[in-house]
DNA sequence: CATAAGTCGTGATTAATTTCACAATAGTAT
DNA sequence: ATACTATTGTGAAATTAATCACGACTTATG
């Protein structure tokens, strides 16, 4: 918890530079300069050096940084050696593809149940992932701490509430819904619609150049 | 084009105003207050009077924004009289949680096509959606101008370019990949593995209070 | 060894965004 | 009418983030 003076928008990057120097890793590049960097992951240069420095000198000057180095620096950082167990709420079609997907390679998160309202779906199992009927939520979630809502917007509130009730510290929030939680509980919201909305209006009115 | 003076974190915040003065409108609510609007939405009753203010004077005094006028501007505004055609890329999981979703209520976005690289799957439908064979998307794709990638990382690149010389003008990249694109081109990257280590991240360095 | 080329780390600057805080005004009640 | 209350719109301040630009240092080369 020491390094608190980190900024959100670096915070939020780290994830995007850990996965792009795996990418390296794997490709065999033993070194890496912050303009390669910042051509594969669309981030100015100076901004990864900033962020990396936030860390102390990562890199040397003339050189660049070296990749395993960097990375083995990242993992113990984004505490990829600890796995953090996730519940997903709502096995419809955007939560199936997370099931599917379950952030498999190079990744600290890994859902490790899943629920939902119909029976059907209910005892069956995804991708690995056992499903279990929503009722079955408190008795089941044990000390999972992060949930994934993909559920429809009319029952998001029903199901943060209980979700806070079992003791659920971070919700990444599928729902068109904004939910409303006590405030030591985070929520990320992820609007599709919103993201294809926003997209749209930047088109029409933000003439060319400048990404987002 | 006038208002190209309005803060892009302003007016990536357009959409989610909307959808929700919308609900109130159908609650048969007349009036509302940023107070009330900042609950409902988690945003600032200061940011939401600012972003309402890049527009004019919408309010009064005392007395808040009536819901109705505050509505048809920004159905102006935000072009949602006139609809936005979509192409979809990926029939995965992913893809068809769009095609059902498919953004039916209050939106100006309508996916008219998607394309996938599995035979069997394209020939098909889903949710009202011809799919096509990826093969065919030079022909199909006429002058749609968004695309959203639900594919795998690696097609991520071929698709682009082949959609940037079809002539698309903005992407929603759903695709691990930071795709390259002409600068008159839009690209908004939404990577899931990376929204929800970021989450994770935040819960462990970040404690308790302030939300993202 | 000397020179050239490359690259970091960071002070300083600029830009973008949020938040404070309050005068002005509209509505409400008596 | 008058007083009271609610709420906007916004100047100013604060915060946060991005970018510039350059000295210091590393490596490579002849």
């Not at 509430?161 to 929030?173: A, K």
Request: overall charge negative; charged content about 25%.
């Amino acid at each position: 918890m020491e390094q608190s003076k980190i900024p959100q928008a670096t915070a939020k990057r780290l994830p995007l530079y850990y996965r792009f120097l795996n990418n390296l890793n794997h490709q065999g590049k033993a070194r890496v300069s912050s303009k390669e960097l910042s051509e594969a992951v669309k981030v100015d240069s100076a901004t990864i050096r900033r962020d990396f420095s936030y860390f102390g000198a990562l890199g040397k000057k003339g050189y660049g940084y070296n990749v395993e180095y960097l990375l083995g620096f990242f993992r113990k950082t984004l505490d990829q050696d600890e796995v953090t167990e996730v519940a997903l709420i709502g096995v419809g079609n955007l939560g199936t593809a997370f099931l599917n997907y379950n952030f498999t390679k190079n990744n600290n998160t890994k859902i490790v149940m899943a629920f939902d309202s119909d029976p059907s779906k209910s005892e069956g199992n995804v991708g690995g992932v056992p499903i279990y009927h929503i009722a079955e939520l408190e008795d089941r979630i044990g000390d999972v701490k992060v949930a994934i809502l993909t559920i429809p917007a009319s029952e998001a509130d029903g199901i943060t509430t209980r979700l806070v009730d079992c003791g659920i510290e971070g919700i990444l929030n599928f729902t068109p819904a904004r939910i409303s939680v006590p405030e030591h509980i985070r929520v990320h919201h992820i609007d599709l619609a919103v993201e294809l909305q926003a997209l749209v209006y930047f088109l029409k009115h933000y003439p060319l150049d400048e990404g987002l």
